[in-house]
């Protein structure tokens, strides 16, 4: 397929004024409009025969929605990481995407969660895996990364935690789609059709088919302070088991961020960027290579993803405001905004 668009921009952003006492910040020196948010709703087997004219309208707005809400942070002067926060909780309430409400069934009929951030000026970052009530997932990713010493919490401790920080639950079936519950539905029919029975406990079952693996949604802002972060969040792969957990939750294969090079939200097959540490391996080409943010990040999914067997895409962002978004499916939900307001959308490879 053809190379994605690569969004380039810049802007003059003023360094924020420090204390007296302190050593003012260097900030690069930036011109034109830079995308100051990029964000994904996943990518996969996605072509104009299988969206009607209502659904890639609506897909589009909510897509215009989420960039909207994160760019609001960005002109305020908050930090990037609300933005990314705010972008992706617009697309965990939207039952188009894989997070939060309509994210996909595992094996035993429940909806579990997975979510991660990462902040490119400190190198912190917070995830959370296997939450079951628990209605915005990239907060508590972003409540772990502010509120405890650690990085990654599961289950039921990860709910006990969000409990205590205030954060919202709801019941899992606040989580459930009938459009969602049909592709569960789906794949346990073709396990029967292989094996005679649904596999829920033992035998590994039929390779997962593409659709099973995508929708993840993520985020990557550039603060009014020249500051990146990074964010993903995921119901994870339609009737996996046994505990699965993919790359969104884990910070370098889903999610990376820092502010030298680049920051990173992914989608796919979790497996391959666990394997490969995709997010990661984007910014470790531009910190020893020299290469820019797209000539890396097209690397990695093209020929790094690609020659593994992986499919999935990316979105990233450097600190100049340069965008990229490749993909190596046939389409991928995703969008840009610059400092100025203008956004665009995509969601088919030729766009």
């Given amino acids: 397929m053809s190379t994605p668009l690569l969004l380039l921009g810049a802007a003059a952003l003023l360094a924020a004024a420090a204390p007296a006492a302190q050593t003012a910040e260097v900030l690069p020196a930036l011109d034109g409009d830079p995308v100051v948010l990029v964000v994904h709703g996943g990518a996969g087997t996605i072509t104009r025969a299988a969206l009607t004219d209502d659904d890639e309208a609506a897909i589009r707005a909510v897509l215009e929605q989420a960039l909207r809400a994160g760019h609001a942070e960005v002109v305020a002067g908050r930090p990037a990481l609300d933005a990314v926060t705010a972008?992706?909780?617009?697309?965990?309430?939207?039952?188009?995407?894989?997070?939060?409400?309509?994210?996909?069934?595992?094996?035993?009929?429940?909806?579990r969660h997975d979510a991660s951030v990462m902040d490119g000026a400190t190198g912190l970052a917070g995830a959370s895996t296997g939450t079951m009530h628990v209605r915005h997932p990239i907060r508590l990713a972003r409540a772990v990364m502010d509120g405890s010493p650690h990085v990654l919490l599961s289950a039921e401790g990860a709910e006990e935690f969000a409990l205590q920080q205030g954060l919202e639950l709801v019941p899992n079936t606040f989580f459930h789609t009938e459009r969602r519950l049909g592709s569960l539905r789906a794949v346990q029919e073709r396990e029967r059709s292989a094996s005679g029975a649904v596999i829920t406990g033992g035998g590994a079952g039929p390779e997962p088919e593409a659709w099973q693996m995508h929708g993840t949604v993520g985020a990557v802002a550039l603060s009014s302070s020249g500051h990146l972060a990074a964010?993903?969040?995921?119901?994870?792969?339609?009737?996996?088991?046994?505990?699965?957990?993919?790359?969104?939750?884990?910070?370098?294969?889903?999610?990376?961020?820092?502010?030298?090079?680049?920051?990173?939200?992914?989608?796919?097959?979790?497996?391959?960027?666990?394997?490969?540490?995709?997010?990661?391996?984007?910014?470790?080409?531009?910190?020893?290579?020299?290469?820019?943010?797209?000539?890396?990040?097209?690397?990695?999914?093209h020929d790094t993803l690609g020659g593994a067997g992986g499919t999935g895409g990316v979105v990233a962002l450097d600190a100049q405001g340069r965008a990229s978004m490749p993909f190596n499916t046939e389409g991928m939900y995703r969008g840009t905004i610059t400092r100025s307001g203008v956004v665009t959308t995509g969601i088919y490879g030729d766009e």
């Fill in 231 to 301: 964010g993903t969040s995921t119901g994870g792969m339609t009737n996996k088991r046994w505990g699965r957990i993919g790359d969104s939750p884990l910070i370098g294969a889903g999610t990376y961020a820092d502010d030298a090079t680049c920051g990173v939200s992914a989608t796919g097959h979790g497996e391959f960027f666990i394997r490969l540490g995709v997010a990661r391996d984007i910014a470790a080409r531009m910190a020893y290579l020299g290469e820019g943010v797209d000539e890396a990040a097209t690397h990695v999914i």
């Fill in 87 to 111: 972008a992706i909780g617009v697309l965990e309430d939207d039952p188009n995407f894989n997070a939060g409400r309509g994210g996909v069934f595992a094996a035993d009929g429940t909806v």
